[in-house]
C-alpha cells in the first residue's frame, strides 16, 4: 500500500526557514514523482515542487524558485522542502502527493505552514 506522511509546518516569522518532509512507502520501484502542493486561505491548490525518482529531475513554479528547494534522503526514503525566505504569502496548507503517470493520485496529511511576525 502506497503511503504518505508529511510533516515540518509550523509558525515562522518572514524571513525564517522551515523544512517539510514527506515519508513515502509502498512502491516497489523508483519511477515515481513526488509533488508538494500548498493551499493559501481562500486560494486554490497549486503545484509548487516536483520531484522525480525516475530521472532526478525537479522543479519548481517562479514564485518560490531560489527560496525552495527539494532533495531526498534515500537511507530514510523520505523527500524534503527546504523553505528559505519564507513571505507571508508562503502561508497554507502543504501537502505532498505521489504519481506513477498522469495525475497524483496517492496524497499525504497537509501540514500548516503559517509566516507572519
Known amino acids: 500500500e502506497v503511503q504518505l506522511q508529511a510533516s515540518g509546518g509550523g509558525l515562522v516569522q518572514p524571513g525564517g526557514s522551515l523544512r517539510l518532509s514527506c515519508g513515502v512507502s509502498g512502491f516497489n520501484s523508483d519511477n515515481y514523482a513526488i509533488g508538494w502542493f500548498r493551499q493559501g486561505p481562500g486560494k486554490v491548490r497549486e503545484g509548487i515542487s516536483c520531484f522525480s525518482r525516475s530521472d532526478g529531475s525537479s522543479y519548481t513554479i517562479d514564485s518560490v524558485k531560489g527560496r525552495f528547494t527539494v532533495n531526498r534522503d534515500n537511507a530514510k526514503n523520505t523527500v524534503y522542502l527546504h523553505m528559505n525566505s519564507l513571505k507571508p504569502e508562503d502561508t497554507a496548507v502543504y501537502y505532498c502527493?505521489?504519481?506513477?503517470?498522469?495525475?497524483?493520485?496517492?496524497w499525504g496529511q497537509g501540514t500548516l505552514v503559517t509566516v507572519s511576525s
Open positions: 502527493a505521489a504519481r506513477l503517470e498522469g495525475d497524483f493520485g496517492y
